[in-house]
């Protein structure tokens, strides 16, 4: 099947583009499908967002809409991946289950094509069944879409590794070092989470991120932690806090406006981590910076304060 | 010898009758119920509780602690689809940090979707339990459950056309013998003299009467309280006010397994929890040709929140309008009261226009 036949795919570039956005686009580049990203998130994209979403969602779902709005009309299909669960006690936050649905219902009008590949292992459709019927309809034999999965699983096995050992090296570093935990899509995003990481640039501390560690011993340390948490997101952020925090001198918890998981993990792991300054950071749709900022500052001084450092 | 445990479970509605008839029927421990919600149990709640958390985990989490005061020595937390499934470690977290001694049950350890593992659960309740005993308790609560949702159903159809005022007098004895119940015999017969009771009240029904069907997250909208009341209010204007989300619907009933092939048009994957039971449920109202739905929630209430996007789409496409409803620790329910006499008022001019 030469490359062109099929019309473009589009990404939006927010949600899960940031945890498994490598894999899909190992999967479509080694089938040939040529794919576009939305820009890089922006202050406009999420004002368009939030106009489109219901006023009670949460920030990222609302960043997500304004992703989906800026490919409406510039592709063929936009592909939404449903991530729903791996597994009876392997969940996913029911935001990333309902994407798909929802963005088809809020665009009804617009007549754009979406595709999908549901991941949802309780209901006889585990990752590698998913991505094959993907690719089937994409129209590629399942042979091939499951040759293109395997290639792409494994890139982002190795993304994950480069994650882990570029973090290790950091730790090895010199400077205070924050662990700066959250979801993936908040901290990787140029509006949402680039400031706070510039911030803790600008004040002199390395900025350690929970998220770069691979996902099976994250969560293995998190189901002793949290044995009930079922959220395999959050269960890998809160196995990277575990795993992390000795080497780090406090951690910022940064969560969007109103996260469901982040709202309860969050609260869990003030209770239950004793001894560690921790920073809370709820991120709205506020448009200075200057909150933020000062709220970092001063956790940084209470931090250089713990180490018995004058200021 | 041990003496008997204390088990309380938060309240829920009236469902709390089936488990105190679970826990003295069947496992023959003490239930400890906690007293009715009230302005004190949310505040207890909300105090303690994380501030972006949805409202039925402060409202539990106030219910456990009225509980603990009031003598249990036992928390039961269960199990569910949704954050849910959380609530309990969190909330043994917080009641700990607050001090209180007591043994917690969190089903959700158990929910593994192993049989092993909820046998595992039961007896940690009491360990010498009967097996037999307990399995009958089991049957028996599940039909007090049904009884119970079957006649509440009947009581918001109904009891905004009585004109005598008989109908809450025999809701609440009706409720009281539940609790009372010791026997499947009791359940019966306390379900049979309701329902004659309620069989010979006449009723000034219109030939058309306005048909409300309420939608809504599992806690929200079943407890009363939470909703502030939202059926009787509705009632209360004189409309038949239908709610299909219940534990027997939900679950005892098996809730069919094929409601998301009959929203597929809407919907084609589940969006969590509640979602495919309330698009199917709206759906299904808009087929009855009803003249409004409600949907409620509970702020912050996720798979409620993703559902508003696909609501709207039937609301436009069957022209039925829906109003949504979002619940938080609110103090007062005039806010609630100008919502609905508005709707009222458009739906009911809707239907003289329609005819």
């Given amino acids: 099947m030469s490359e062109n036949s099929i019309p473009a795919i589009g990404i939006p570039r927010a949600m899960l583009y940031y945890r498994y956005g490598t894999l899909w686009e190992h999967f479509l580049r080694a089938l040939g499908v040529s794919y576009i990203l939305s820009p890089p998130g922006t202050r406009g994209i999420l004002e368009a967002g939030t106009k489109l979403a219901p006023d009670e969602s949460c920030l990222s779902l609302k960043m997500f809409m304004g992703h989906v709005d800026m490919l409406i009309g510039k592709c063929g299909q936009i592909l939404i991946p449903r991530y729903s669960n791996y597994g009876y006690t392997e969940l996913f936050c029911p935001r990333y289950e309902g994407l798909y649905d929802q963005a088809r219902n809020i665009f009804r009008s617009t007549g754009q094509r979406f595709i999908t590949c549901n991941i949802d292992a309780q209901n006889g459709s585990p990752e590698p069944k998913a991505f094959e019927q993907f690719g089937v309809a994409l129209g590629f034999s399942a042979r091939q879409s499951r040759r293109a999965w395997l290639e792409a699983s494994r890139a982002l096995k190795q993304r994950q590794k480069a994650d882990e050992h570029a973090q290790k090296e950091l730790t090895a570093g010199p400077g205070m070092k924050v662990l700066i935990a959250g979801h993936s899509y908040i901290l990787s995003d140029p509006y949402l989470g680039k400031p706070i990481l510039d911030c803790l640039a600008a004040a002199g501390a390395v900025a350690l991120r929970a998220d770069a560690l691979e996902p099976e011993a994250a969560r293995k340390a998190c189901a002793k932690f949290s044995p009930t948490c079922r959220w395999i997101v959050s269960e890998e952020i809160l196995g990277g806090i575990l795993q992390w925090k000795d080497k780090a001198d406090g951690i910022i918890l940064v969560s969007a406006f109103p996260c469901g998981p982040d709202s309860m993990t969050n609260e869990l792991l003030i209770r239950r981590i004793k001894g560690m300054p921790i920073l809370p950071l709820v991120m709205d749709t506020q448009s200075g910076m200057a909150g933020i900022e000062t709220r970092i500052e001063s956790f940084l001084d209470i931090i250089r304060f713990q180490k018995g450092e004058r200021l | ?355």
Avoid at chain 2, 53 to 82: H, N, R
Avoid at chain 2, 110 to 134: C, E, F, H, W
Avoid at chain 2, 224 to 230: I, R, T, V
């Fill in chain 2, 1 to 355: 010898m041990k003496q008997h445990r204390k088990v309380a479970l938060p309240r829920y509605g009236e469902y709390n009758c089936a488990l105190k008839y679970v826990v003295e029927q069947g496992f023959e421990a003490q239930c400890i119920l906690p007293p009715p919600l009230s302005r004190r149990t949310e505040d207890l709640g909300a105090r303690n509780s994380p501030d972006l958390v949805c409202t039925p985990f402060k409202t539990t989490l106030g219910s456990m602690i009225e509980a603990l005061e009031s003598g249990a020595d036992t928390i039961l937390m269960v199990p569910g689809a949704c954050r849910l499934n959380y609530f309990g470690e969190l909330q043994e977290q917080i009641l700990r940090d607050m001090g209180f001694t007591f043994e917690f049950i969190n089903l959700s350890l158990y929910n593994t979707g192993n049989v092993k593992d909820i046998l595992r659960a039961l007896r940690v309740i009491n360990p010498r339990r009967s097996m037999v005993k307990a399995a009958r308790s089991l049957y028996d609560a599940a039909r007090m459950v049904e009884h119970l949702d079957d006649l509440t159903s009947l009581y918001y159809q109904n009891c905004g056309f009585d004109p005598t005022g008989t109908y809450p007098k025999v809701y609440r004895r009706f409720i009281a013998d539940m609790y009372a119940a010791r026997n499947l015999t009791d359940i019966r017969e306390g379900y049979r003299a309701a329902c004659r009771a309620l069989e010979e009240v006449p009723l000034c029904k219109p030939a058309d009467p306005i048909r409300i069907g309420i939608i809504g997250d599992y806690y929200t909208v079943m407890d009363p309280f939470s909703n502030l009341e939202l059926e009787q209010k509705l009632a209360d204007m004189g409309v038949e006010v239908h709610r299909l989300m219940n534990i027997t619907n939900d679950m005892l009933r098996g809730g069919g397994k094929n409601k998301q092939a009959k929203i597929r048009e809407l919907c084609e994957y589940s969006m969590g929890a509640s979602s495919v039971a309330d698009l199917w449920q709206a759906q299904n109202f808009a087929e009855r040709g009803f003249d409004g739905v409600v949907q409620v929630k509970s702020a912050g209430c996720m798979p409620e929140t993703d559902i508003m996007p696909v609501l709207a789409n039937l609301s436009r496409d069957r022209k039925m309008p829906v109003l949504y409803l979002t619940y938080d620790s609110q103090t007062s329910d005039v806010g609630l009261m100008t919502r609905l006499e508005a709707f009222y008022d458009m739906v009911e001019m809707r239907k003289k226009v329609n005819g």
